[in-house]
């Protein structure tokens, strides 16, 4: 449930945000400096949590903490045209919103391991409620605009930090891994985790530091604010299907091979954008954007979970999704200038390119078993 609440409030916010930036006016260049600052912040915020941090348990006070912030930044970003005003509202969404998921995840995969669940099971609820979330805040922007939307983005987000309250602390003690302090020199050490970490800063950061101005793109293509969250809606529902299926017969494929496929897709869809194919052509080879991000969403947790220690996987969790911030925050500022003296096209078949360096980051020479149930 409290998977379901938080990612109704994020679809409510975050996938219109550059939208309603371009709405009042702010031109590309400036929309890639403000867009950058989400994951510019989290690249400096997150291991300042993470010290603050003992073990998974405290992490629900921070959680509680930051989603009631974030909620009452996003109220407060409401009818503020001032640029100054608007980059020091969303410095402090960022402070307050980019660790929460990395934390919610730490807590959640312990649980899922604890107590014999599939993490992907668990993440099927958040997706779902993103599909429905960004369909229904589509027609509702479009019907009563951004404020009105944003509000509920809010009150969802004061949900959130109920639930949270009401969570049961995790029994610690049946694994002495998860009472002790992360070793972060362990970490650096082992071959695997950097490779995977590589991979994953590569695909999730062309991802999210792209798909920022996908909104303002089908935009100029004529695409409304509904019709995007149908697009949105079509996106999720489709990683929500290959979660569901990888989650179910997952452990039948090599590991190596997802990576191996998510890449690739991940790539075509950009360079459809960027070759100037019809919108229903780029629209439908856009599902491929379900491959990318449902693989990963389903191999990331579990995976982690093999090639890391206990006491180490929040902390894994944490240095490559931060470092996927800073290039998510490079390709954004970069953005912002390509598209505004190049045109949109240029920077998605560079963003296509990109991606296809994710490749490199595949162990193909280790023999890779599938991923267990």
């Known amino acids: 449930m409290t998977y379901f609440i938080r990612f109704i409030g994020d679809s409510m916010f975050y996938p ?64 503020r045209t001032s640029t100054e005003a608007i980059v020091i509202i969303t410095i402090m969404i960022a402070i307050a919103g980019q660790p929460f998921y990395i934390m919610l995840d730490g807590f959640t995969s312990i649980f899922s391991k604890a107590n014999g669940f599939q993490y992907g099971n668990i993440r099927l609820y958040g997706s779902l409620s993103y599909a429905l979330g960004t369909l229904a805040a589509g027609y509702l922007i479009k019907l009563y605009g951004y404020g009105t939307t944003f509000y509920l983005a809010g009150f969802f987000f004061v949900i959130t930090g109920v639930l949270i309250h009401w969570m049961k602390p995790l029994d610690l003690s049946s694994d002495l891994d998860l009472n002790e302090k992360s070793d972060l020199k362990s970490l650096v050490r082992n071959k695997r985790y950097l490779l995977f970490a590589m991979y994953y800063i590569i695909l999730l950061g062309t991802i999210f530091g792209a798909d920022a101005f996908l909104g303002v793109y089908f935009e100029t293509l004529g695409v409304e604010t509904d019709a995007f969250g149908w697009i949105t809606f079509y ?70 979970t093999e090639i890391t220690s206990s006491k180490n ?61």
Not at 256 to 280: C, D, T
């Open 235 to 304: 996106f999720i529902i489709g990683e929500i299907l290959v979660l569901f299926i990888l989650s179910k017969f997952g452990h039948l494929f090599k590991t190596k091979n997802i990576l191996i496929l998510m890449a690739i897709m991940n790539a075509i869809r950009y360079f459809s954008y960027g070759f100037g194919l019809p919108l229903v052509a780029m629209i439908i080879i856009s599902a491929s954007r379900s491959i990318s991000m449902g693989g990963i969403l389903y191999i990331s947790i579990r995976y982690m």
């Open 16 to 79: 219109f945000f550059a939208l309603y930036l371009s709405s009042i006016g702010v031109e590309n260049k400036e929309l890639g400096v403000i867009m950058m600052i989400l994951p510019l912040i989290a690249i400096f915020v997150n291991p300042i949590w993470s010290h603050f941090s003992k073990n998974v348990n405290s992490n629900r006070l921070f959680l509680r903490i930051l989603t009631i912030i974030e909620a009452l930044m996003i109220v407060l970003l409401i009818g």
């Open 313 to 373: 996987l929040t902390l894994g969790i944490l240095l490559y999704s931060s470092f996927r911030s800073l290039l998510t925050a490079i390709i954004t500022v970069v953005g912002g200038y390509v598209t505004d003296f190049y045109g949109y096209q240029s920077f998605y078949v560079i963003v296509g390119i990109i991606a296809l360096i994710g490749l490199g980051f595949i162990n193909y020479k280790e023999s890779q078993k599938p991923l267990e149930m």
